[in-house]
């Protein structure tokens, strides 16, 4: 059983599209993350829900937008998409009751493409 | 606010050598830290964690002892095979903050 899916894998995409990405996690866990990776391989936080509850939103444009329609999943939107959209988009997953100190577990990525 | 800095790779060693990659940190409270391995073209896997000062992580031969008076929480492995051939990240989660903070990786390339 997959702990935390994301989908699609692969997203190739023109620029000025909107698409999304799914999340999906069966750990039972309260708090879900979405990170982005660039193309040096840095990893940065965007977004951070607890309980369906936004906690975190990082500095990223207002055309990336998650939301979160119950504590198993959470989503991501990005409108008007652009050249510089492209990386690798991580999920992740944590039980959430160390008050932020607990072990993170990630899904498999999500790689975008924009053209 | 908090950081994590990690020496610059790639790293390239033969098979059955001694591997460290270092890593230091900075944090305003006092954070659990982790390192996370990424294969190619897969996700991260936790490797090891520790949560408190003088704790050590340990799995799959590789170890890191939480250092508070140093800050610092290296990876060490005995004797590296090709299939260790991977991204390194050495993470904080700090209290009180839902996110980790990642040092910017280190590659490591094991020879035959």
């Known amino acids: 059983d997959t702990a935390v899916s994301q989908t699609p894998k692969y997203l190739v995409t023109q620029m000025g599209n909107d698409k999304s990405i799914k999340c999906e996690q069966n750990?039972?866990?309260?708090?879900m993350y979405w990170y982005k990776q660039d193309s040096k391989k840095f990893l940065k936080i965007m977004f951070s829900?607890?309980?369906?509850?936004?906690?975190i939103n990082e500095t990223v444009p207002n055309r990336f937008s998650p939301k979160s329609p119950d504590k198993a999943h959470l989503n991501l939107h990005i409108n008007s998409l652009e050249l510089g959209d492209s990386a690798v988009y991580f999920c992740?997953?944590?039980?959430?009751?160390?008050?932020?100190?607990?072990?993170?577990?990630f899904g498999p990525g999500t790689r975008l493409l924009v053209l | 606010g908090d950081s994590v800095t990690q020496m610059e790779g790639p790293v390239t060693l033969s098979e059955e050598a001694f591997l460290t990659i270092n890593c230091t940190y900075t944090?305003?409270?006092?954070?659990?830290l982790f390192w996370y391995v990424q294969y190619p073209g897969e996700g991260l896997q936790l490797l090891l964690k520790?949560?408190?000062?003088?704790d050590k992580g340990s799995n799959k031969g590789f170890e890191a002892t939480y250092r508070k008076e140093t800050t610092s929480f290296h990876l060490e492995k005995g004797s590296v095979q090709v299939s260790d051939s991977a991204v390194y990240f050495c993470?904080?989660?700090?209290?009180?903050?839902?996110?980790?903070?990642f040092g910017s990786g280190t590659r490591l390339q094991v020879q035959p």
């Open positions: 992740a997953s944590s039980q959430g009751n160390t008050g932020g100190r607990e072990t993170q577990y």
């Open positions: 750990l039972g866990h309260d708090t």
């Open positions: 829900y607890n309980n369906k509850e936004l906690i």
């Open positions: 944090a305003t409270g006092y954070p659990s």
């Open positions: 520790a949560t408190k000062a003088d």
């Open positions: 993470a904080l989660s700090d209290t009180g903050r839902r996110a980790l903070t």
